[in-house]
């Protein structure tokens, strides 16, 4: 499996400001997936972020509100703009099995409080 | 009707016992099936995959797969404390495109 290392594991924002997560993944891969985990609740899809084109955006999730980069295979970016209290969640990156098997690789996970 | 549903929790068995995972999905082709452990403040962890009908081992894991009756289960055996955790089920759904779908988890508390 691959190792997914992502930065910051944890932080306490202010309401309004921006804060942008780092994914880095020590194999080339084809896509990356960030999805959110509100408190108590379980993996919501955000987006697919494929090297080269814009990122897909899952029903509810818009390019305004979490700009994403992917400027190449190993590396992804997801800002979680204007946040709010109810952005307050950990937000994780991951990647597929290199095999295609459908089995998904998390990063470790960042924790994001907004005040 | 969501689109994976796990049994609600928490369940709560003796160390020893099995403990038993239920969980149905709503996309009759689906063909990849998932279960993902997470400790409290981690991430989720793969612990098992399964894509025919039948049952899975793996060490005191034990995925269990009907697609006619679109369920997919998972039995922990002799149960240990470090088992005590979040367990969700996934499934790639061509309703969304193959991503995997996860189920809202079922919490685990294995009692010393």
């Known amino acids: 499996s691959a190792v997914i290392s992502q930065k910051p594991s944890r932080d306490i924002c202010q309401r309004g400001t921006s804060l942008t997560i780092q994914c880095q993944v020590d194999?080339?891969?084809?896509?990356m997936f960030w999805y959110r985990q509100q408190p108590g609740q379980s993996l919501t899809l955000i987006a697919t972020a494929n090297q080269g084109s814009e990122a897909t955006y899952e029903s509810g999730f818009v390019i305004d509100k979490f700009p994403i980069s992917r400027p190449n295979l190993t590396f992804s970016t997801l800002t979680v703009s204007n946040m709010s209290p109810e952005d307050s969640s950990i937000y994780l990156c991951?990647?597929?099995?290199?095999?295609?098997?459908?089995?998904?690789?998390f990063g470790e996970g960042s924790r994001l409080t907004v005040l | 009707q969501k689109e994976v549903e796990q049994n609600s929790g928490p369940l709560s068995v003796p160390e020893g016992a099995i403990a038993s995972l239920n969980c149905t999905y709503s996309?009759?082709?689906?063909?990849?099936f998932f279960w993902y452990r997470q400790y409290s403040g981690k991430s989720p962890e793969l612990i098992m995959s399964?894509?025919?009908?039948g049952d899975k081992e793996d060490g005191r894991f034990t995925a269990q797969l009907n697609k006619a009756s679109q369920y997919v289960s998972l039995l922990i055996r002799d149960s240990q404390p470090s088992d005590s955790a979040t367990y969700l089920c996934a499934v790639n759904m061509l309703t969304n495109d193959y991503k995997l779908s996860f189920g809202a988890g079922t919490t685990v508390t294995v009692r010393a």
């Open positions: 399964i894509y025919s009908n």
């Open positions: 194999s080339q891969v084809t896509m």
């Open positions: 996309d009759r082709v689906s063909q990849s």
């Open positions: 991951s990647v597929e099995d290199r095999a295609n098997t459908g089995e998904l690789f």
